[in-house]
């Protein structure tokens, strides 16, 4: 028996992409990938990317599905830039992401799908694996279908499923090239086909031979180690960014001893949500999956008015469609959530792909005089973060709130420091039980929020509507005096949240030539970016901001201690407008709107447009 003469190369960090049809898999072969690799100890990022038509041509450019992740010894924030692996099963695959691969990056590819259709639909002319195309790369190109046919020869599967199980057979491959254990995958068959015990034999089987694979190829020198990355000590799961919302919202509905009531409407790429909450009735939450919209909102406007946290989610033209229900949770000083899950837009636009393009929606987009509190949620991470704090912030100052995601964020994962529920603030509420002398209106004069009645109590009843209301009764008023009295404090209620939100604390130099100023889902990419100029000697810092309405209290004063501000937005600049408007500053922008997140790259190239090399 010959000897293994291959070796095992330590590598600090490793950008992986899986590309391929939508009905190869793709999707399941990262996340698989993903659990593994955190299970193994390594700090990780992902990011899927879906096709945006439900059914696009098999083979055909729109019709790419792929999932990239980075994992790493050390901590991370992004999931990379330049690909280290492309796995392109098909030549569409192939055509969509080689230019995101690094010079003498590695290829696996199918060779069983680059037929002359496929090669046609993908506008190849020539089959570029056995041209010059992918010269200076390292080429792995091997039938995965004709090997796990042979794997699964005396089982007497249809072609069909044998050609579904070749995304397993990839994924094996890469359990060995980067010293992976096959055995959370094969946990994971066993529970999903537990009533297909032929697809559970023949997957595991492709899973193995695709492992075993690894040692006969020789085009394949080494595989390669990612030492475990060194974490605060607790207890961690991977978390994808519209689980960590809804566990977020369900601590808040804990914490504040109020039911959790979530109303909404299928919708790219906030439907998960729905899909979540509605598998924790233990927790006392209830969904509903309303006729549309409209429905969705008003039912939780109910829900709020009779003592619920209320939560709706959707994207930019679910608030389009919102937005004067939600006007009318400002009239009436309601505490719900409203969760934006951004995508391309206008209209439509493209249902599956990133974008930043609705602060100014979530800001100003209702008619009359109508502030909601606005919160952006930066990471997978932080989703949890911002929605608890979104519900405390709605429960505590009695005002609907706007939770920006984007589909960046919602559907990356990373792992997450499972929080102790014991460490986790109280939330206050303004429910009032006792009927006596109640108004309707009265406020504190901490938040300047309104008490609570619920319908019910003796002595509560009280008038609700999209009417304005007297300043204490509550009943209509057309009195001009009371309408900018209501409409003033409605403003002053959302500036006084500042009060109870931390100020910005820059990371890098506290003065000096750059900041860069973010909001939402490019935190990890200006993060790493800021950090490669730091270490080149630049004088540089990074803010990002979370609560982008009300600003923390002293941001302006902290732009003054820079000579430049450039604020990377995954949209044509709307934190730039915001800024310059409110603190007089020439701020620059960088902007994105490719329906993919900044790179580091392209931070890094931003900062150096400024500063110089």
């Known amino acids: 028996m010959s000897e293994n003469i291959k070796k095992i190369k330590e590598v600090e960090k490793v950008v992986i992409r899986f590309a391929g049809d939508s009905g190869d898999g793709m999707q399941l072969t990262g996340s698989q990938f993903t659990e593994t690799t955190a299970v193994m100890g390594n700090d990780l990022a992902t990011f899927p990317d879906f096709p945006a038509e439900i059914r696009a041509p098999a083979g055909s450019l729109a019709g790419v599905s792929s999932f990239q992740i980075q994992f790493s010894s050390d901590i991370i924030q992004t999931p990379g830039d330049d690909l280290d692996v492309l796995v392109a099963m098909n030549p569409a695959a192939l055509k969509t992401n080689l230019q995101d691969l690094k010079q003498s990056g590695i290829i696996i590819a199918n060779k069983a799908n680059y037929s002359k259709k496929n090669l046609k639909l993908a506008g190849w002319e020539t089959n570029p694996l056995e041209d010059d195309t992918l010269m200076g790369y390292q080429l792995i190109a091997l039938d995965m279908t004709k090997i796990v046919s042979h794997a699964v020869e005396d089982m007497n599967l249809t072609s069909k499923t044998v050609s579904r199980s070749t995304n397993m057979f990839a994924l094996g491959l890469m359990f060995w090239l980067y010293d992976r254990s096959m055995d959370s995958t094969i946990s994971f068959l066993n529970k999903k086909f537990a009533k297909r015990p032929e697809l559970v034999e023949s997957n595991i089987r492709a899973l193995k031979s695709g492992y075993h694979y690894g040692d006969t190829v020789e085009a394949i020198q080494s595989s390669y180690k990612v030492p475990k990355a060194k974490f605060e000590r607790g207890l961690y799961r991977n978390i994808m960014g519209n689980q960590a919302v809804c566990y977020g919202l369900m601590a808040a509905s804990q914490k504040s001893k ?95 792909k990133t974008e930043q393009a609705d602060l100014l929606q979530a800001l100003f987009g209702r008619n009359g005089e109508a502030p909601i509190p606005v919160i952006a949620a930066s990471t997978p991470v932080d989703c949890f973060n911002a929605a608890f704090e979104s519900a405390r912030i709605a429960m505590e100052y009695m005002t609907p709130v706007v939770l920006l995601s984007d589909a960046y964020v919602a559907n990356g994962s990373e792992p997450w420091l499972i929080p102790s529920m014991e460490d986790l603030p109280e939330i206050e509420t303004h429910i009032k039980k006792d009927g006596t002398k109640f108004q309707p209106f009265k406020r504190n004069e901490e938040q300047l929020a309104r008490d609570w009645g619920l319908p019910g109590t003796p002595g509560m009843e009280h008038r609700v509507g999209g009417l304005e209301k007297d300043e204490h009764t509550g009943n209509v008023s057309y009195d001009p005096i009371n309408h900018h009295r209501m409409t003033e404090l409605r403003y002053e209620k959302i500036n006084k949240i500042a009060d109870s939100i931390p100020e910005i604390v820059p990371h890098g130099a506290k003065s000096g030539d750059i900041l860069v100023l973010g909001w939402g889902s490019t935190y990890g990419a200006i993060r790493t970016a800021v950090n490669e100029a730091i270490k080149d000697g630049k004088s540089v810092a990074h803010a990002h901001l979370s609560y982008l309405n009300p600003f923390p209290k002293n941001l302006g004063e902290i732009l003054l201690k820079y000579r430049y501000i450039l604020i990377p937005e995954m949209n044509f600049g709307q934190l730039l407008m915001l800024i310059r408007n409110k603190y007089l500053i020439n701020a620059k922008g960088l902007n994105k709107v490719h329906g993919k997140p900044f790179t580091v790259s392209e931070i890094y190239s931003g900062i150096n447009d400024i500063i110089g090399d």
């Open 258 to 352: 109020c039911r959790l009531f979530y109303g909404g409407y299928p919708i790219t790429p906030a439907s998960d949500i729905l899909h979540i909450l509605s598998n924790h009735k233990n927790f006392k939450v209830k969904t509903f999956q309303a006729e549309d919209e409209i429905a969705a909102i008003m039912s939780v406007i109910g829900a709020a008015y009779c003592g619920s946290l209320g939560i709706t989610a959707t994207s930019g033209p679910g608030i389009a469609l919102k937005s004067e229900a939600m006007g009318l949770a400002v009239v009436t000083e309601l505490p719900l959530v409203i969760v934006n899950v951004q995508r391309g837009g206008p209209s439509t636009g493209m249902p599956t």
